[in-house]
């Protein structure tokens, strides 16, 4: 016949011990710097798209309708600006004369500081005035790079991209800055009577 066994049953001085010892060890846990500061820590926010100024100026005859990645940001007079806040970063714009879907081109700048951006006239508002051009802007640099026309900024060029733009014949400066930073090539005049390409040169530095 098996033997039963004898249930030891725990003393109340070794039971007083046990609960003294958890209480001092979660008191200790409590008052730990390391934990104190965990528990206060707040979870970081994730970074928010910091707003850029877009300086609108319209020398088309016609109010113009200004569209950002397909939304209507400003309605612009003619010979007016406006000024509107977009995210930074690489957007889409075009304009169309106000109320109608006769638009004009798209373009695709990336915007990292405030810019300006000019909406040219056509040979409809003055038969006698040329049609604007395109410009190609490649950067076959190593380097992003941000890019100046007649000492406004324009856009942000990343390493290897192209860009386009639309300018009224004739004479403009241009120049490029690393960017982010002053370091500039020195500004050049261009003389644009027709659609030309303009390229950022690769450094004999690069990799």
């Known amino acids: 016949m098996a033997k039963s066994k004898k249930k030891h049953k725990m003393s109340p001085e070794m039971r007083t011990a046990i609960i003294t010892a958890v209480v001092t060890v979660v008191v200790a846990l409590l008052a730990s710097p390391v934990l104190v500061e965990l528990i206060r820590k707040e979870p970081t926010p994730p970074p928010g798209l910091s707003a850029v100024t877009l300086s609108i100026y319209n020398e088309h005859c016609l109010d113009q309708d200004f569209y950002v990645d397909d939304l209507l940001v400003a309605t612009v007079k003619s010979g007016a600006q406006a000024d509107v806040q977009v995210n930074s970063g690489e957007h889409y714009h075009y304009a169309c004369e106000s109320g109608t879907v006769n638009c004009g081109g798209v373009y695709y700048p990336i915007w990292t500081q405030n810019a300006l951006w000019t909406i040219p006239s056509s040979p409809a508002c003055n ?60 500004s050049t005049q261009q003389e644009w009577i027709q659609d030309s390409y303009w390229t950022i040169s690769r450094e004999s530095t690069c990799p």
């Not at 390493?159 to 386009?164: A, D, K, L, V």
Request: aromatic share 14%; net charge negative.
């Open 127 to 186: 038969p006698s005035a040329p049609a604007a051009i395109n410009i190609t802007v490649v950067n076959e640099n190593c380097q992003n790079y941000d890019l100046y026309l007649d000492d406004y900024y324009y856009s942000t060029l990343y390493e290897g991209e192209t860009q386009y733009f639309s300018m009224e014949p004739g004479a403009h400066t241009t120049k490029g800055c690393i960017s982010g930073t002053e370091i500039c090539s020195v």
